[in-house]
């Protein structure tokens, strides 16, 4: 299994960019990495995913090194709301009918200070 | 659209008594993933359903826990009987498919609690 390794905790200042780095040294060629969320309560939220270029959509940005071993997630303006763990993925291939699952780890808790 | 609905919302139960969940997923995705997040951990999967077929469930403990999901829509967990250490939140997920380049999406989860 490629396994992630993240941060356990950061903080950063509302309105700033908050950006959560990833290590992901053992992926493999074909597996992509997933970004998801989770507020206090609530579900896992999806934001991003990506496997070698660089990729945007309104949530955030998703850097990947060249050699993919890791990626930053980046929230250009962060809010308040933007407060929860932040979840690295890389999604895992099952072996089973070819199908891939996500595999969590404990992520990293994000605060977001006024 | 409505997305994962989940319910009950939250559930509270004496040990050895049987726990049932229900999940109905987003309309038209076939693939439904159950998980299991106990506090601070990160979610962990529990079974896979690709329409009505059960093609992951090697990690849940069949002793207890059986899921169905009849008709290839809204799915059930169940455990019976429930342990203390079954509290924990049971979330339900969807998707289109189960590929590489496929996002799910999850529901706010059922919070169990066995006393």
């Known amino acids: 299994d490629a396994k992630t390794t993240q941060p356990p905790s950061m903080d950063c200042a509302e309105g700033r960019a908050a950006n959560l780095p990833c290590n992901h040294s053992?992926?493999?060629?074909?597996?992509?990495v997933y970004w998801y969320r989770q507020i206090h309560s609530q579900g896992p939220q999806y934001i991003i995913h990506g496997l070698k270029n660089n990729e945007t959509n309104e949530m955030a940005s998703l850097i990947i090194t060249e050699d993919r071993k890791s990626s930053t997630l980046i929230l250009p303006h962060a809010t308040l709301r933007d407060t929860a763990v932040y979840y690295c993925i890389v999604r895992v291939a099952t072996g089973i009918q070819g199908a891939q699952k996500l595999v969590f780890g404990q992520g990293t808790r994000l605060t977001i200070n006024p | 659209e409505a997305g994962v609905v989940q319910s009950p919302r939250y559930k509270i139960i004496e040990k050895k008594q049987p726990v049932a969940f229900w999940c109905n997923p987003i309309s038209g995705h076939n693939t439904l993933y159950w998980y299991l997040q106990n506090l601070g951990q990160g979610p962990e999967l529990l079974i896979r359903?690709?329409?009505?077929?059960?093609?992951?469930d090697s990690q849940l403990p069949k002793d207890r826990f059986s899921a169905e999901r009849l008709k290839g829509v809204d799915s059930t967990l169940k455990i019976q009987p429930a342990e203390l250490g079954d509290s924990a939140v049971y979330l339900c997920?969807?998707?289109?498919?189960?590929?590489?380049?496929?996002?799910?999406?999850f529901g706010q989860g059922t919070r169990l609690t066995v006393v």
């Open positions: 359903y690709e329409n009505e077929e059960a093609v992951d």
């Open positions: 997920a969807s998707s289109l498919g189960s590929g590489v380049n496929t996002e799910a999406f």
């Open positions: 053992t992926i493999s060629g074909n597996e992509y």
